[in-house]
């Protein structure tokens, strides 16, 4: 009986990597479930060998440990097909412009049980005269001589917590691949409000020119990216207004349209997007729909906004999938180059190891989006 518990269990588990989450924790778990999928699938096995050799509820025991094992294998499996065709649907996405293959695969089986490599040595410099350490940024130097490209990368945390030194597997990634990085802090909701934080990035991107010469940095190739909340901001940064040198931006599921996601906001168990919106705008839609327009980078789209790559999963349930797709939508009818990576099985903060099936991919593509915008 304890094993065919185990089995249901385990099934239960393994619909996180299907559905999305319907809780805040089962969001952190669906996190483990799909990016993780060794794990599950050696415990699903252990599961279908137990279940196989029990003579009460043997069948039943069985049948489940089997179906959770395949649903447990299923990120690996949509990983697969999805990187069959990234690199041809990359060079469709870029056209007039050919991307050379890194000779790299963009999914592999044997580099989910890898490990991704520690944070990179960085420095850490004052981008503005203030106390604390708000506008401060940790530069990553390219693992290159010379002068080379920076990537400005803004954090999330929805515009309240978080700093410049979360997940900084991608930043020691960047590096590794020869690109300066520049990891941002930024005035936080709610005692700071929008424009603050943008306007915080663009003080963050006027001192890495100042101070080009000294730190090597390439000012006619620059590039922004913003995971979550940060997306938010770099997608602004990019849209509104004009930055000298700005090559590109990158938006790891990123709110897009601020009026849309207040219309449809997140499950109040799993986070209280209105709220969380509130706090960083300043007020309820109906109070400051303005100012909500003012904070949605879809509104700023234009056909001379810079190429863009966005990577969100299907079962993101902080910041909805539709974000991306109504902003891809408005970027074609503009002509701005663009690509939607999707990842069907992925949540909200799936890149918190890059080894795992969307840590992988999006990886992939991110180094394969900067090599053709900055080459």
Same mark, same amino acid.
Do not use: C
């Given at each position: 009986m304890i094993?065919? +518990?185990?089995? #249901?269990?385990? %099934?239960? @588990?393994? /619909?996180? !990597?299907?559905?999305? *989450?319907?809780?805040?924790?089962?969001?952190?778990?669906?996190?483990?479930?799909?990016?993780?999928?060794?794990?599950?699938?050696?415990?699903?096995?252990?599961?279908?060998?137990?279940?196989?050799?029990t003579d009460r509820f043997?069948?039943? +025991?069985?049948? #489940?440990?089997? %179906?959770? @094992?395949? /649903?447990? !294998?299923?990120?690996? *499996?949509?990983?697969?097909?999805?990187?069959?065709?990234?690199?041809?649907?990359?060079?469709?996405?870029?056209?007039?412009?050919?991307?050379?293959?890194?000779?790299?695969?963009?999914?592999?089986?044997?580099?989910?049980?890898?490990?991704?490599?520690?944070?990179a040595r960085f420095d850490t410099f004052r981008y503005a005269d203030d106390e604390g350490t708000t506008s401060t940024l940790d530069f990553y130097r390219a693992d290159s001589s010379g002068i080379r490209p920076c990537i400005v990368v803004v954090h999330g945390g929805s515009w309240s917590s978080g700093d410049s030194r979360q997940l900084p597997e991608i930043n020691t990634h960047l590096a590794n691949l020869g690109y300066h990085v520049a990891s941002v802090n930024y005035h936080k909701a709610p005692e700071w409000q929008s424009p603050q934080p943008l306007e915080d990035v663009r003080k963050a991107l006027s001192y890495l020119r100042t101070r080009a010469g000294q730190l090597m940095i390439d000012t006619s190739r620059l590039v922004i990216l913003g995971?979550?909340?940060?997306?938010?901001?770099?997608?602004?940064?990019?849209?509104?207004?004009t930055e000298p040198g700005l090559k590109g931006v990158i938006s790891f599921y990123g709110p897009a349209d601020m009026i849309w996601g207040y219309s449809k906001?997140?499950?109040?168990?799993?986070?209280?997007?209105?709220r969380v919106m509130e706090n960083?705008?300043?007020?309820?839609?109906?109070?400051?729909?303005?100012?909500?327009?003012?904070?949605?980078?879809?509104e700023h789209v234009s056909e001379t906004s810079p190429p863009t790559l966005l990577i969100h999963g299907r079962n993101d349930v902080l910041v909805a999938y539709e974000h991306s797709t109504r902003l891809a939508a408005k970027l074609t009818r503009n002509g701005v180059p663009h690509y939607l990576l999707t990842l069907p099985w992925a949540t909200h903060g799936f890149d918190y190891t890059l080894s795992g099936p969307g840590g992988q991919l999006s990886t992939f593509t991110v180094a394969t989006f900067l090599r053709k915008i900055l080459k």
């Open positions: 094993r065919l +518990g185990l089995s #249901i269990a385990s %099934l239960l @588990l393994s /619909l996180l !990597s299907v559905f999305g *989450a319907p809780t805040y924790h089962t969001w952190l778990l669906a996190v483990m479930v799909s990016e993780f999928p060794l794990i599950f699938m050696g415990i699903a096995l252990v599961l279908v060998l137990m279940s196989s050799v043997k069948t039943a +025991g069985t049948v #489940i440990s089997v %179906l959770a @094992l395949i /649903l447990f !294998s299923s990120p690996v *499996a949509r990983a697969l097909l999805i990187a069959d065709n990234l690199q041809i649907e990359l060079n469709q996405a870029f056209k007039g412009s050919e991307i050379t293959p890194s000779g790299k695969p963009a999914f592999s089986f044997w580099k989910l049980a890898t490990r991704g490599k520690s944070s995971r979550s909340a940060g997306a938010q901001i770099a997608l602004m940064a990019a849209y509104q207004g906001p997140a499950s109040r168990w799993v986070m209280d997007s209105r960083y705008l300043g007020g309820t839609y109906q109070q400051i729909p303005d100012k909500y327009r003012s904070a949605s980078p879809i």
